[in-house]
Every structure is written in C-alpha cells, then in structure tokens.
C-alpha cells in the first residue's frame, strides 16, 4: 500500500525559509516520478516542481529560481526546499508519486506566509 506522508509546514514570515519533505513507503521509490503540488483556500491544486526517477527537474513560472526539489531515493524521501517566501506561497502542499498510470497523493502540510 503507497504512503506519502508530509512534513515541516508552518506559518513563516515573508522573506522566510521552510523545507518540506514527503517519506514515501509501499512503492519502488527510485522507479516514480514525484512532485510538490500546492492548493490554495478556493484555488485549483497546482503543480510547484517536479523531479524524475532520473533526477531531472522542473518549476512552475511562480517559485522557479525560488524553490529546489531533491530526492533521496535510499532513504524514498522528496523535499521541497522553499527560499523567498511570499504571501501568495500560503498554500496546502501536497506531495504526489506517479508511475505509469498509478498516481498518489499525500494528505497535505499547511504552508503559511504571513507577518
């Protein structure tokens, strides 16, 4: 059974740093594609960045140059390092694991920017 848990919300101060990360279980990590998503309060859910099982990346036009995604495919985690943060960043994070047509979802950490 996939696991994706989430963790390293909070409310941070604009201008602030957080990291997410997402330890996933029950799925042969290194073979999925994972990715950040993001919903806010009355907004579509979005993707944020998204990493290969080869490794390679890409950034929604909003975060890029901002936000860094990573994976440790021996410890199956993915992190989301948030740099610069914005009020318009508050959002629920969610992380998401694909292969093929099996798709996952994490239940979500809150991201709050906010003075």
């Known amino acids: 059974q996939v696991q994706l848990v989430e963790s390293g919300g909070g409310l941070v101060q604009p201008g602030g740093s957080l990291r997410l990360s997402c330890a996933a279980s029950?799925?042969?990590?290194?073979?999925?594609?994972m990715a950040w998503y993001r919903q806010a309060p009355g907004k579509q859910r979005d993707l944020v960045a998204v990493?290969?099982?080869?490794?390679?990346?890409n950034y929604a036009a909003s975060i890029k140059g901002r936000f860094t995604i990573s994976r440790d495919n021996v410890k199956k985690m993915v992190y989301l390092q948030m740099n610069s943060l914005k009020p318009e960043d508050t959002a629920v994070y969610y992380c998401?694991?694909?292969?093929?047509?099996?798709?996952?979802w994490g239940q979500g950490t809150q991201v709050t920017v906010s003075s």
């Open positions: 998401n694991a694909v292969l093929g047509s099996t798709v996952s």
């Open positions: 029950g799925i042969i990590f290194r073979l999925y594609n």
């Open positions: 990493i290969s099982s080869s490794g390679s990346t």
